[in-house]
RNA sequence: UCCUCGGUAGCUCAAUGGUAGAGCAUUCGGCUGUUAACCGAAGGGUUGUAGGUUCGAAUCCUACCCGAGGAGCCA
C-alpha cells in the first residue's frame, strides 16, 4: 500500500521523477537516506547559533529539521535563510541523513535554499491560544500539526465507512441538498429561494434512501446535513456529515449488526493507519482497542430501570437527556444500543414494536468515554395506512408525502436503515474535547466565518 | 431561548479603588548542534462599548455588544 504518506520512495512530479534532486514528501524522506533531495514547503521554527542555523520545514506530510552551517550556504543564501519568518515558503535541497535526535529519524543536510515567498507577523505562535482567537484563524490554525493529525483521522473514518459498505454490495445513492419541505418535519431547516419557491437545506437523507432501496436492495449517501437548531454544545455543529445506510427487507436486529460491524472495521481500521495521528491528539488507544463486538443491547425498558437504580429522576417515556446516556454508557467500554424507545419520542416513520406498540424498533448507538448518541436509527414503517395516519399525528401535511407514500403503494417491504454522524464519530475516536475540531471550517451558532 | 463564566499589548495572562505589568511574538545585537533554543536591548495600551458612582475606576453599579461552557433538541 504505497499513497502519498506510505513508506516507500515517493517522488512528487513526473518533471523530478529522473532528476538527480528528487522532490519528496519529508513523509516519504526517511526512504532517501544518503540522497541530496528537494523539500518544498513552510517554514515552522527557525533557531540560530551564530554559525549555524537550523529550519524545521512541513509541507503537510510532516515535518523535518534542516541545518546548516555557514559554509554550507552561499553568503546571500545564508543571509536569505537568516531572515526567514514563521511560514515562510521555501524550496530547499540537502543531503537526507540518518539522526536519531529528530522526530523523523532523519535530518536535512542543506546544500541550498531558496525563498518563495516571506510570511510576516504569523499571527498563531507556538504559545497557548483561546479558543476564540484560533477560530477566528481556522484558515491558519490547519497548518498546525495537531489540526492537521484530526483531519487525516477524518479523511481515514471517511474511507473507512465507504470502504465498508461498497464491500457490503450498497450502492452510493446520493440525496439532494435542496428539499421542498422538512423531512422529518420536526426540527427548524435553513430555508432559502428556489427561483419563485421556497427550499430548505436538507437534514437527512433518510426518506430518499427509502426510495433509493426499493430501487437498488441496499444503498446509501454521504454528505452534508443542516439542522438551524440554537443548539450550542460541544456535540452540535449547525452544518455536518452523514452517511445513511438504509437497506429492503432489513429488520432492526439488522441495523444493529450493522453498525457493530461498521465501527468495529473503521476503528480497528484507525488504530492501525493512523496510529501516529492518534498520538499527537494524545488519544488512549488502549481503550479503542477494547472496541470488538459484540456491543451491549439495552431495551429502552432495561435503560430505565438501570437508571432508576442509579437513583437519576427519569421519567418513563422520555427521551434520554445527556446525564442519562452518560450514566447508560459509563457502565461499558464499549459503544452500546439502546433499542425499542418511546414511538412518541422517534421520528413518525418509525416501525412500531410488534410486542410493544407504544416502543419502536428503532435504535441509537451511544458511544462510549461520554461521547454519546453517534448513530440514530431502526426500522421504517411499512404500512400505508399506519404512515398516513402518523402523518397526520405530527401535524404535517399529507400531500408532501404522497412520493414518500407511493413507496408503500408499490411494494411495500420491510426496510431499515440509520445515519451515522460522521464528527461525533471523529470526536470519539480522536478523543476530541469538541466537534468543531473536527470539520476544516466548522459551522456553529453564531460562527459562520471563516 | 434559558443558566453560568469571561472580555487588559499581536497572543496567553497578572494587576481586588491609588503611577498599566510579565512571558511569548516582532525589531536590533550576541552565540557552530539547537529541539516551544538561549543571553542582552527596544518598540508596543482609548483595559469590549456607552453611561453612572468616586478626589481618583481595569477594579464598583446599569445597559448593550462579543465569546466560552452547559440545558433543551439532535448525529
Known amino acids: 500500500m504505497l499513497g502519498p504518506f506510505g513508506p516507500g520512495r515517493t517522488v512528487m512530479s513526473e518533471e523530478h521523477a529522473a532528476a538527480t534532486h528528487p522532490w519528496v514528501r519529508i513523509r516519504a ?20 547559533s551564530g554559525k549555524v542555523q537550523f529550519l524545521v520545514i512541513r509541507d503537510g506530510s510532516g515535518s523535518i529539521q534542516c541545518v546548516a552551517g555557514v559554509k554550507d550556504l552561499s553568503p546571500e543564501q545564508w543571509e536569505a535563510t537568516a531572515q526567514l519568518t514563521t511560514e515562510s515558503a521555501v524550496i530547499v535541497r540537502g543531503l537526507v541523513k540518518a539522526d536519531t535526535r529528530q522526530v523523523g529519524g532523519v535530518e536535512l543536510g542543506l546544500q541550498s535554499v531558496e525563498v518563495v515567498s516571506v510570511a510576516h507577523d504569523y499571527p498563531i505562535t507556538p504559545k497557548e491560544h483561546g479558543v476564540d482567537f484560533l477560530m477566528d484563524h481556522r484558515h491558519l490554525w490547519l497548518r498546525s500539526a495537531r489540526q492537521q493529525s484530526v483531519l487525516r483521522i477524518r479523511a481515514e473514518i471517511i474511507a473507512a465507512f465507504r470502504d465498508f459498505m461498497n464491500r457490503e454490495d450498497f450502492l452510493l445513492v446520493d440525496a439532494p441538498v435542496f428539499t421542498p419541505s422538512a423531512c422529518e418535519g420536526t426540527t427548524n431547516l435553513f430555508e432559502t429561494q428556489y427561483f419563485e419557491d421556497k427550499a430548505y437545506l436538507t437534514q437527512s437523507g433518510q426518506l430518499y434512501m427509502e426510495a433509493a432501496a426499493m430501487a437498488f436492495g441496499r444503498v446509501y449517501c454521504f454528505g452534508p446535513a443542516f439542522r438551524a437548531e440554537k443548539s450550542k454544545t460541544r456535540r452540535h455543529l449547525i452544518e455536518f456529515w452523514m452517511m445513511e445506510p438504509e437497506w429492503a427487507f432489513g429488520t432492526l436486529q439488522d441495523v444493529i449488526a450493522l453498525e457493530e460491524r461498521l465501527l468495529c472495521y473503521t476503528v480497528g481500521r484507525v488504530l492501525e493507519a493512523r496510529a501516529e495521528d492518534l498520538k499527537v491528539c494524545e488519544r488512549d488507544t488502549s481503550k479503542l482497542e477494547k472496541v470488538v463486538g459484540p456491543f451491549p443491547r439495552i431495551h429502552y425498558d432495561d435503560a430505565v430501570r438501570m437508571l432508576h437504580e442509579a437513583g437519576l429522576p427519569f421519567e418513563y417515556g422520555n427521551d434520554f437527556g445527556a446525564p442519562d446516556e452518560t450514566e447508560l454508557s459509563n457502565r461499558y467500554e464499549t459503544p452500546i444500543f439502546v433499542t425499542n424507545y418511546p414511538a412518541a419520542v422517534k421520528a413518525f416513520y418509525m416501525e412500531p414494536d410488534p410486542a410493544n406498540p ?3 424498533l428503532s435504535c441509537d448507538c451511544l458511544a462510549p468515554e461520554g461521547y454519546g448518541e453517534i448513530i440514530g436509527g431502526g426500522q421504517r414503517m ?60 466548522p459551522r456553529m451558532l453564531y460562527r459562520l466565518a471563516p
Open 382 to 441: 411499512s404500512s400505508l395506512d399506519l404512515l398516513t395516519a402518523r402523518i397526520d399525528e405530527h401535524g404535517l401535511p399529507q400531500e408532501a408525502f404522497e412520493w414518500y407514500k407511493d413507496l408503500r403503494r408499490y411494494g411495500s417491504v420491510p426496510h431499515a436503515g440509520f445515519g451515522i454522524g460522521v464528527e461525533r464519530t471523529l470526536a470519539w475516536i480522536a478523543g476530541l474535547d469538541h466537534v468543531r475540531e473536527s470539520i476544516a471550517f
Open 29 to 48: 524522506a526517511a526512504g532517501h537516506v544518503g540522497e541530496v533531495v528537494e523539500i518544498r514547503g513552510w517554514v515552522t521554527h527557525r533557531r540560530s
Open 358 to 360: 407504544k416502543l419502536s
